[in-house]
């Protein structure tokens, strides 16, 4: 199997990098999975306090990967996969690790989920973000979850429905990322090693205060978020979006 994230661990600070630049770090099952099981990995190293998850290639995520569930997914395998990320961001929710989101390149649609149920989100000057569900014939659903406690209200009323790109210092007003700067590599270590002084159980009953309420949110809408999401992308406006999309041309509503 191919390393879809890599992981490496030095002193206090373990770095898991997406690796799959060949579909823009895209969401698929088997990048998942590996997600999952660095994430463990770091919660078992002893010694480490922080996790910083970065990528390589000019795109941290681009959201789910439209070529494994286009035209092939009735709704009970829909539902899976609608499944498969709401575990992944309340694992990050539930790491008794913080994490921090490095990011230096362009975020899309799923993608930004990841960016919400971090602790942390460092970006780029020159990276852009933008949640282009509804011009596919679906919606940020599952990723609402993480998104709307972190965003405005404004900027979420405006995001979710124009699709249009974004870049960092607007993600930092809006409350999707905690800082834009010109030197991501820097702010991120310096952000890490103020984290490694804390103590493993102050770190994790602190972040535990700051994702609570996140986490409600999860108990309380998740499977109906998990079931409408499915119910989405398996409808006739979202396979002719994913197709349009996949063949690089305006869907049918469009004109």
Same mark, same amino acid.
């Given at each position: ?62 959201? /789910?990967?439209?070529?494994? @569930?286009? &035209?092939?997914?009735? +709704?009970?395998? %829909?539902?899976?996969? *609608?499944?498969?990320? #709401? ?68 900027? /979420?009323?405006?995001?979710? @429905?124009? &699709?249009?790109?974004? +870049?960092?210092? %607007?993600?930092?007003? *809006?409350?999707?990322? #905690? ?75 469009? &004109?």
């Amino acid at each position: 199997m191919d390393t879809l994230v890599r992981y490496h661990a030095e002193g206090p600070v373990a770095r898991l990098t997406l690796d799959s630049p060949n579909n823009r770090n895209a969401l698929s099952t088997a990048l998942v999975e590996q997600l999952h099981d660095a994430l463990t990995r770091a919660s078992a190293e002893r010694g480490v306090r922080v996790v910083v998850l970065g990528h390589t290639g000019g795109t941290f995520c681009a959201g /789910a990967d439209l070529g494994e @569930v286009s &035209g092939r997914a009735p +709704g009970d395998v %829909a539902v899976e996969r *609608a499944r498969e990320l #709401t575990r992944l961001l309340r694992r990050i929710l539930e790491s008794p690790l913080p994490v921090i989101a490095a990011i230096d390149g362009h975020v899309r649609a799923g993608g930004l989920g990841l960016v919400g149920a971090c602790d942390i989100a460092v970006a780029g000057t020159s990276s852009t973000f933008a949640l282009t569900e509804a011009r596919i014939g679906v919606a940020p659903s599952i990723i609402s979850l993480t998104l709307l406690p972190k965003m405005t209200a404004r900027a /979420a009323g405006r995001y979710f @429905v124009t &699709g249009e790109k974004f +870049g960092a210092q %607007a993600a930092a007003e *809006a409350g999707l990322i #905690t800082v834009a700067t010109d030197d991501v590599t820097a702010t991120v270590s310096e952000l890490a090693s103020a984290i490694a002084l804390g103590s493993p159980q102050g770190l994790a009953e602190s972040k535990r205060l700051t994702t609570a309420a996140v986490l409600a949110g999860f108990d309380q809408h998740a499977e109906e978020l998990t079931q409408r999401s499915a119910a989405l992308f398996v409808s006739e406006e979202a396979r002719e979006g994913m197709l349009a999309f996949l063949q690089k041309r305006r869907p049918d509503w469009a &004109g």
